[in-house]
């Protein structure tokens, strides 16, 4: 099975700040690779698919590069409401994997 | 717009079965979609159960695969999660989502369902 391991688990940052998390793929996974916000108490929320397209209605300081094993999440400058926890996610037609998630937190 | 509500007992006995059921409102389970249960034990990360096609093909996580069951009632625009042999280990909050195949990536979720396994 491919692994998903992000860096670093837990991230201190504070508003205005660009904050950069990294997965990388145990295996080439091309550029199928989403990221997603989770607050607590509710659902994830994707904000990037193929490993660079912003989901519609997501805020363009929200950013994704990166291809084959190592990608990267980017938020230009960070704003209050960006304090959540976020994963990356492999999906190919027959399996899908998280990251463990990385908590940006003040 | 697209809505999925997860609904089943909150409450399962160990060595019983988990089953949830998604139902789709605001659409209809159709092609080009794949849709999937997702879980979350307390405090920790996102872990994919399995998916399914519209034409009803599955796929499961491989440590999960001899105990998990999904399937889809596309007439009740719903699809259902059967878990069995659970132990205190599947507690956990249950999401279902919805994967366009064309994205590779759940772009609507479910609420969650909690679920937990006690006697």
């Known amino acids: 099975d491919i692994q998903m391991t992000q860096s670093p688990s837990t991230l201190s940052a504070s508003v205005g700040d660009r904050v950069t998390v990294t997965c990388r793929a145990s295996?080439?996974?091309?550029?199928?690779l989403a990221w997603y916000q989770q607050k607590p108490g509710k659902a994830p929320k994707l904000l990037i698919y193929?490993?660079?397209s912003l989901q519609s209605g997501v805020p363009s300081r929200f950013s994704g590069s990166g291809s084959g094993t190592e990608f990267t999440l980017t938020i230009t400058s960070l704003q209050p409401d960006d304090f959540a926890t976020y994963y990356c996610?492999?999906?190919?037609?027959?399996?899908?994997?998280f990251g463990q998630g990385t908590k940006v937190a003040v | 717009q697209l809505q999925l509500q997860e609904s089943g007992p909150g409450l399962v006995k160990p060595s019983e079965t988990l089953a949830l059921t998604c139902t789709v409102s605001?659409?209809?389970?159709?092609?080009?979609?794949?849709w999937a249960w997702i879980r979350q034990s307390p405090g920790k990360g996102l872990d994919w159960i399995g998916s399914?096609?519209?034409?009803?093909?599955?796929y499961y996580k491989s440590s999960l695969k001899s105990r998990v069951t999904i399937s889809v009632d596309t007439s009740k625009s719903q699809f259902s999660l059967k878990l069995f042999s659970v132990t205190a280990a599947d507690t956990g909050l249950y999401y279902c989502?919805?994967?366009?195949?064309?994205?590779?990536?759940?772009?609507?979720w479910g609420h969650g369902a909690t679920v937990t396994v006690s006697s």
């Open positions: 399914i096609y519209h034409s009803g093909s599955t």
């Open positions: 193929q490993a660079s």
């Open positions: 989502a919805r994967l366009p195949v064309y994205q590779r990536a759940f772009d609507i």
């Open positions: 605001g659409g209809s389970i159709g092609s080009d979609y794949y």
């Open positions: 996610h492999h999906y190919n037609s027959y399996t899908g994997t």
């Open positions: 295996q080439t996974i091309n550029n199928w």
